[in-house]
């Protein structure tokens, strides 16, 4: 299967309100210009220089998606031109993304990832991390940060029931949030869950944006 072919295989069962990011991390730029050519103009990418490398070679109207652990000290690689950073997980971060964001005239979308995984090396709020940091307001004053809803891995099992139960904890977190902190936000509307081997169950889960990479470029 050809990368074009496995993105129109993907498009065809994704509702069309649900956002596909295709995950690019570790594969060439030429395979990214397949899928380009496709049509496909959001990737996900989980490295900062290679993230920076990337965006430098290729067209600029591509949507970087931020999705892997980010240290601090390169926060300011990629802020100039980010679209979204999906990985959030540290209040830390989250004030160094605000900092870096105010230097250089943006407000930053950003998603907070929770963990929800029994797997322990994934990263993420807990869910009651992530309460506590809406509940304390503090966040309020970071005004170049646009807070657009939540991010999530389920754990890699082909229980479909865990990996149900778990992003089920991600969208009544995203539910209970919006309700209590962004009522009539347009803004924190967004759910990110679901990869190559459980997106349609993220999709029966609620899921606003799916990060596929497997299914789509092959084995990394
Ligand atoms: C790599 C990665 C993906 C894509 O995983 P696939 O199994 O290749 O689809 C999605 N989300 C995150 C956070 C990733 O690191």
């Not at 993907?10 to 990214?32: C, G, N, Y």
């Not at 049509?39 to 989980?46: I, L, N, T, V």
């Not at 809406?134 to 970071?142: G, M, Q, S, V």
């Not at 029966?204 to 470029?217: M, N, W």
């Amino acid at each position: 299967m050809s990368i074009s072919s496995n993105i129109a295989d993907i498009r065809r069962k994704l509702p069309s309100d649900v956002k596909l990011v295709a995950v690019s991390k570790f594969h060439p730029e030429e395979a990214i210009m397949e899928a380009y050519d496709a049509g496909q103009r959001a990737f996900g990418e989980s490295r900062p220089q290679e993230l920076c490398r990337k965006q430098a070679a290729l067209p600029s109207d591509i949507e970087w998606h931020f999705i892997g652990h980010l240290q601090t000290n390169k926060v300011k690689l990629i802020v100039p031109f980010v679209h979204i950073i999906e990985s959030v997980d540290s209040w830390h971060l989250l004030q160094e993304i605000n900092r870096q964001a105010l230097r250089c005239g943006r407000v930053v979308d950003v998603l907070l990832e929770v963990h929800v995984a029994q797997e322990t090396t994934k990263s993420g709020f807990t869910v009651s991390e992530c309460k506590e940091l809406f509940d304390k307001e503090e966040w309020k004053a970071l005004a170049n940060v646009n807070i657009c809803g939540i991010m999530t891995m389920a754990s890699f099992t082909d229980d479909h029931e865990q990996v149900r139960a778990e992003m089920m904890q991600a969208y009544n977190l995203f539910s209970e949030v919006r309700t209590k902190h962004f009522p009539d936000s347009p803004s924190f509307t967004q759910r990110s869950w679901g990869m190559s081997n459980d997106w349609p169950v993220a999709v029966e889960c609620h899921s606003s944006i799916v990060r596929i990479g497997t299914a789509i470029f092959g084995d990394r």
